[in-house]
């Protein structure tokens, strides 16, 4: 599928050059965010591609995006996105969020191909324009696990219509995205291909509701350190470790799939304002255990101002997994018996860690500034359960069979430009 993002970015190269057949508009978002969570043993990991942070930071929330829209023609046009933001690998693929060409043939169909975003949530379209929606951060719970599927690439159609007095739309896309996210050791990244999914929203007065599904298979295993696990385990005598085998098996990349399927709704008046979604995620693949996770928010518009709170919670869909340690006997050669221990503990502690419990309280506020600057302030408290933690990362994993809270304070000055 790299082929496809070659062509989205070829197209906005080569379009840009045709300056009289061409109309270009440019525009950006920025965000200035500060953050502060009380509980210094926990990292906040608000995207999992992006780095984590303790204590009081600015590059959990901060970032800058740059998009060009081009019209390269009577049915045809373009679209380009780069967003700037703390990513765990540095490469200007990892920046591009939007990279398409687009076809037209009337209003009601358009077909997409290149990076384009993935329609799961209600945020699909501005997932990174901090201006655009009413908290200073999403609700970690449900949008933390979806960012590893902003964007894929490949190619999508769209139908869209007015139908019984509402906006009907509907998208079906194809392709791939290989994510590289902060986990397992220096580098933890591998490829959802096969990718499809399907969106339908409609959308009557005030209300919108959304339905989405997705499916893909595992692929491309990029975790030296875990590879390295699987090669000692491998090595393994049967009869010291019996386990060994299902946990190689659980491990192991292919043949694994992943499935998503989430429904949102949304209210929105002069005066009120209602959030709510609810996502299950099956995936067979160990290092991402299946969850279910959902909020619900609720905002009061009060002249410049919006008020609101939220409720929002990820539980572990699977039972936790336990597999007895191996057992040696005086013959075990030292070494042998030292490296056994050391994978057995590593093989606990990501047992422990992988899987994320826990619920969160917000309250908040937002004040527009002008039609295209604001300010939020928002407070959360966090309550986590015993091997609960898989939306932090910790050093200290001594605390991850233990119960947990922390409270996390956020401001964000976001502004459009």
């Known amino acids: 599928m790299k082929y496809l993002l070659w062509l989205g970015c070829t197209a906005l190269y080569l379009s840009s050059s045709l300056v009289s057949a061409t109309k270009a508009n440019f525009s950006g978002f920025a965000t200035i965010g500060a953050t502060y969570s009380d509980n210094r043993n926990l990292e906040l990991t608000t995207d999992f591609l992006n780095k984590s942070d303790s204590g009081f930071t600015f590059l959990n929330e901060s970032k800058i995006g740059f998009q060009t829209n081009l019209t390269l023609a009577d049915k045809w046009d373009a679209v380009g996105q780069v967003v700037l933001q703390d990513r765990n690998h540095k490469t200007f693929n990892e920046f591009i969020e939007l990279a398409f060409i687009r076809y037209r043939p009337n209003r009601n169909w358009s077909l997409r191909a290149g990076r384009v975003n993935s329609d799961l949530y ?51 896309g194809y392709g791939q995205t290989s994510p590289e996210l902060q986990g397992v050791g220096s580098r933890f990244g ?31 295993l990029r975790a030296p350190e875990l590879s390295e696990a699987q090669l000692i385990l491998e090595q393994a005598p049967d009869d010291i470790w019996p386990a060994k085998v299902e946990l190689l098996d659980k491990f192991d990349i292919s043949g694994k799939s992943s499935s998503y399927d989430a429904l949102g709704i949304s209210y929105e008046s002069q005066s009120w304002l209602f959030y709510s979604e609810g996502g299950i995620s099956k995936n067979d693949w160990l290092p991402f255990s299946s969850s279910t996770s959902g909020y619900a928010t609720l905002g009061y518009i009060q002249e410049q101002t919006t008020y609101f709170m939220s409720l929002s919670t990820i539980k572990n869909s699977d ?16 070494e042998l018996a030292a490296y056994l221990y050391a994978v057995s503990d590593a093989v606990t502690t990501i047992l422990d860690s992988i899987t994320a419990r826990q619920t969160t309280i917000s309250a908040g506020a937002k004040l527009d500034l002008t039609s295209s600057m604001n300010i939020k302030l928002q407070l959360d408290h966090t309550n986590i359960s015993p091997k609960g933690y898989g939306l932090w990362n910790t050093t200290a994993t001594e605390i991850l069979t233990t119960r947990d809270k922390v409270n996390t304070l956020s ?4 502004v459009l430009f």
């Open 411 to 414: 401001l964000s000055f976001n």
């Open 319 to 334: 039972r936790i997994p336990t597999y007895s340690s191996p057992v040696f006997d005086a013959s075990t050669p030292a």
């Open 190 to 220: 591998f490829t959802s291909k096969d990718l499809v999914l399907l969106s339908a929203s409609y959308q009557l007065n005030n209300w919108l509701i959304r339905l989405t599904h997705s499916h893909s298979n595992f692929d491309d």
């Open 122 to 172: 209600l945020l699909s379209d501005y997932p990174y324009v901090g201006y655009a929606y009413l908290w200073s951060r999403p609700p970690n719970e449900f949008y933390s696990i979806a960012s590893p599927a902003n964007n894929f690439d490949g190619v999508d159609l769209e139908y869209k219509n007015h139908i019984a007095n509402g906006f009907f739309r509907f998208r079906l």
